[in-house]
């Protein structure tokens, strides 16, 4: 008994000397608006069990699912003040701090997740992650792939005619709006977390988004068809304040970088291995799978999305961004 309590004080040393006394009792809240079985909030608790585990319990995870702690919009500027340490979301920061790189996130754009890594390791992408720490007092740690956007509604969409003078639900972005009036949506702006009551109740009548968040947000119960127009390429990240992130020592630090590189790399890889299967799931309950004609929709917005590289982005060109 006397050997085996003198084991336990021993391994309780170990542990305050491999971390130190500062770094003993951290505590790191992590909040997201997604619903906690949507891939990104998995991430975090896949980034929880790899932080906990790996600072021996020096380091202690929180995490706050379903928008528990507020919008996407509201968990931003959260974590640039310090409200929360982390978020586990969507593109939202380079919405409020770096709007002018809002082109990573936006529609009829980037042509699959290569294009998207490329241009987000290269200079513009380095100058965008440098635009929203100065400003936002956020830090990137990882990002990660949510999927292809797809098309929901109660009528089959196959080209834009289709689309017009539909109340279309969009994050609050102005860009997105932009470009869906140019194919002739009616764009009605709702946070994330009242995605499904504006369907419900028709104030919207129409969604877009990756098949994951129509999964998880149940959009099958309150949409008939899932048209399959593949008009964006959804990034998702985990970020973290960065005063927060500072006060960490050089371990801690590099723990919670290396945690959310291997969670993100998981939700990634789980998003492109599962992504047929969740369509597949979708269609058994109940929704109607429409191929719709991509080129068209493409064609379509191109005129808006010259004109956003002129006017809302002038870090880049559009010419440049292709060439990734």
């Not at 380091?59 to 699912?65: A, D, G, K, L, P």
């Not at 509201?74 to 920061?93: C, D, H, N, R």
């Not at 109660?154 to 994050?171: A, E, H, M, S, W």
């Amino acid at each position: 008994m006397k050997r085996q309590m003198w084991c336990i004080l021993v391994a309780v040393a170990l542990s305050i000397f491999v971390w130190g006394a500062v770094e003993a009792g951290t505590v790191i809240r992590i909040a997201s608006s997604f619903d906690p079985k949507h891939t990104t909030c998995r991430a975090g608790d896949y980034f929880k069990k790899l932080v906990e585990e790996r600072s021996q319990g020096a380091i202690q995870v929180q995490t706050f699912w379903g928008a528990v702690m507020g919008s996407e919009e509201e968990l931003t500027e959260s974590v640039s003040t310090g409200g929360v340490e982390m978020q586990v979301g969507g593109g939202i920061p380079i919405k409020i701090f770096a709007p002018q790189y809002q082109f990573m996130n936006d529609p009829f754009i980037m042509r699959d997740w290569t294009h998207w890594k490329n241009v987000w390791d290269a200079k513009v992408g380095k100058d965008l992650k440098g635009t929203v720490e100065r400003k936002g007092r956020t830090r990137y740690v990882e990002v990660m792939y949510l999927g292809v956007r797809h098309f929901t509604s109660n009528k089959p969409i196959q080209t834009p005619k289709d689309v017009q003078g539909l109340k279309l639900r969009l994050p609050n972005l102005p860009t997105w709006v932009k470009v869906w009036k140019e194919l002739g949506a009616l764009p009605v702006p709702i946070a994330l977390n009242e995605l499904f009551t504006s369907l419900q109740s028709g104030v919207a009548d129409a969604s877009e988004g990756m098949v994951s968040q129509i999964q998880s947000f149940r959009l099958n119960e309150v949409q008939k068809y899932l048209s399959l127009t593949g008009h964006g390429i959804q990034s998702g990240a985990f970020t973290i304040g960065l005063d927060f992130f500072n006060k960490l020592d050089k371990k801690s630090q590099d723990l919670v970088m290396q945690a959310g590189k291997e969670a993100a790399e998981w939700a990634t890889k789980t998003t492109i291995d599962g992504e047929s299967a969740v369509i597949a799931d979708l269609e058994k309950k109940g929704m109607n799978i429409v191929k719709a004609d991509q080129k068209a929709f493409f064609e379509k917005a191109k005129p808006a999305v010259d004109k956003l590289f002129e006017t809302d982005y002038p870090v880049t060109t559009w010419k440049e961004i292709l060439s990734y």
